[in-house]
């Protein structure tokens, strides 16, 4: 898919607030529709009596980086911008491991995502910090009506898709059948491996619900404070950083700023330095066919990095 590089005019400098302007009606929360993303937080704090274990804390972290790559390689880099290509089958399991995750479904992310990168940082942006404060970017938009379809119209190349249809319909299956699993492999843990000192119930809890919420907060952390916190190498028209501590917790995506100059490169680090572990595990998949037609920067953004003039009229 072809995406023009995004000039270097610098935005209009931004003042973030907490909570930014009045909302609309349809804009305010909707407790209900709410429901299970409060729900999912309140019962991670059931793990201050569901007890430790070093499993469990391995379980926590294996479904939390799972899901992760889900949303990152899945959701991001090739739903939202196809920076690389794949077959019918590991497309599903993508969407498959993305809508587990509890942030519906790839069509409905994706389709939001691509209407950011038209309107980043501008009155149209659905999660601009600047514009609409943090608590907006970072959960307020995901908690209103506003936003609840899917932006078939932006989606049109996956939405002919039925699987991908249906599975965005139906997306919340995902996360409960995990919830499940989790439940279900802790107990037979608890039964055959008493010595690990792990429980169905603590699996849950860790496996879970506190992945899961650490999962929210690591994603939703790209569209509050990856505009907000950082370095910015390239003047893009919003507000876009780079974060070494944000792109850890997301795999590669806090280079943000580079992810903004040139949206479809697959690779989001331009540099050994600048860890994107997501590109290490699609490139490791491209080895055995899995994924193919990775895009990268072109070599002219790096000699924009170097202070050579680059002209804006070119698309890749």
Not at 74 to 86: C, I, L, N
Not at 216 to 233: D, E, M, P, Q, V
Request: charged residues 20%; proline residues 4%.
């Amino acid at each position: 898919m072809s995406e023009p590089i995004v000039s270097r005019v610098a935005p209009k400098p931004q003042k973030v607030t907490f909570f930014g302007r009045a909302r609309t009606p349809d804009e305010k929360i909707d407790w209900v529709g709410g429901l299970p993303f409060i729900a999912v937080h309140i019962a991670a704090l059931m793990v201050f009596w569901a007890g430790f274990s070093w499993t469990a804390l391995l379980a926590c972290l294996f479904f939390y980086a799972v899901r992760m790559f889900g949303i990152t390689g899945g959701y991001h880099r090739y739903f939202s911008h196809r920076s690389y290509k794949t077959g019918r089958v590991f497309q599903f399991i993508l969407a498959l491991i993305g809508a587990s995750s509890a942030q519906l479904g790839p069509l409905w992310w994706a389709a939001h995502h691509r209407h950011h990168h038209r309107h980043s940082d501008t009155d149209e942006d659905i999660h601009s910090p600047g514009l609409r404060g943090l608590w907006w970017a970072h959960v307020g938009w995901v908690l209103c009506k506003k936003y609840n379809s899917t932006r078939l119209d932006d989606i049109k190349d996956f939405a002919k898709f039925p699987e991908l249809r249906l599975l965005d319909r139906f997306s919340v299956l995902a996360p409960i059948g995990l919830a499940v699993f989790t439940f279900f492999f802790g107990a037979f843990l608890e039964l055959k491996f008493p010595q690990l000192g792990v429980t169905a119930f603590q699996m849950l809890v860790w496996g879970f619900f506190v992945s899961t919420v650490f999962l929210y907060h690591g994603t939703f952390s790209i569209n509050s404070l990856a505009h907000i916190i950082g370095k910015r190498r390239f003047q893009t028209t919003d507000h876009s950083k780079n974060h070494f501590l944000l792109a850890i917790v997301t795999l590669g995506e806090g280079w943000h700023n580079n992810h903004h100059r040139y949206p479809s490169s697959e690779r989001q680090g331009m540099y050994w330095w600048e860890v994107d572990i997501s590109h290490y595990i699609l490139k490791t998949l491209s080895f055995f066919g899995i994924v193919w037609d990775i895009r990268t920067q072109p070599e002219r953004l790096y000699l924009e990095v170097n202070g050579t003039p680059i002209a804006d009229t070119d698309s890749d």
